[in-house]
């Protein structure tokens, strides 16, 4: 559909900003560590510069005056003890993870019959630990395992419950990242920003991924056959709640 996200929705900017700005500065924290190993002199020198990225990143959004006081102010007070205990977890991981990437952007072209599609999608993060890539989102709230756990449920349901959405996000990215060769050798999972108890949240399942890929292939090709069958009307959700921090919600005026 090539559809692009609003640019200008004011009225949520606050919300649907914080989890730019923090992701933002996780990437500038990050961005000179492509293929690096995370080392104590690379977390003391994240330590010694976030607060200033942080800023940065505000002021992209607020002005200084902006920033003295009320909501914009809390949010950053807020947003720097995220990133500080976030480095602070990091701590467990010194010299057992490699950067390999970040932001990072990947297509497919994926065929629907006689047609192909494009799909595509940006990894927050993947690093690579105790010999396995780890497809890495990084979320601003909070997610507890249950939300990543499949085993014993259909796995058809991540394609239509949003209950599963997490799940489905996550196999998204792996699909797309597949390599042939090294496809036991990968795993997905999410960074809750806000948990107490931080470290990467894996995907909770009791078969192999290359079995995953193969199920999540045909339900995504199910999946969009029936996005680009135009005998099949669009319509909205009944359940708003979807809608709140959808990025295409003011085209159907929710």
Do not use: W
């Not at 390599?179 to 960074?191: F, H, Q, T, V, Y």
Request: proline share 1%; aromatic share 12%; net charge positive.
């Amino acid at each position: 559909l090539d559809l692009s996200k609003n640019e200008e929705v004011e009225e949520n900017i606050e919300a649907s900003t914080f989890g730019t700005i923090i992701h933002e500065t996780l990437y500038d924290l990050y961005s000179k560590s492509k293929k690096s190993i995370i080392s104590e002199e690379l977390l003391e020198s994240m330590f010694a510069s976030y607060q200033d990225l942080l800023l940065k990143n505000f002021r992209k959004f607020y002005s200084s005056r902006g920033m003295k006081s009320g909501k914009n102010r809390l949010s950053f007070e807020i947003s720097k003890k995220i990133l500080k205990n976030f480095l602070d977890s990091e701590k467990n991981i010194v010299g057992k993870c490699q950067i390999i990437d970040l932001e990072k952007e990947i297509s497919k072209d994926f065929k629907v019959d006689n047609k192909t599609v494009k799909i595509k999608g940006k990894i927050d993060r993947i690093d690579k630990m105790d010999g396995f890539y780890r497809i890495i989102d990084y979320k601003t709230g909070f997610v507890n395992d249950r939300e990543l756990n499949i085993i014993g449920k259909d796995f058809n349901l991540i394609f239509d419950d949003p209950k599963f959405s997490k799940i489905f996000q996550l196999y998204f990215y792996m699909f797309l990242f597949y390599l042939p060769k090294e496809s036991a050798d990968l795993c997905g999972g999410i960074i809750s920003l806000k948990n107490k108890n931080m470290g990467l949240i894996k995907i909770i399942d009791d078969i192999s991924f290359e079995e995953r890929y193969n199920l999540f292939s045909k339900g995504l090709l199910n999946l969009l056959r029936n996005i680009l069958d135009k005998n099949i009307s669009f319509k909205q959700t009944d359940d708003i709640k979807r809608c709140k921090f959808c990025e295409f919600k003011s085209i159907c005026n929710r």
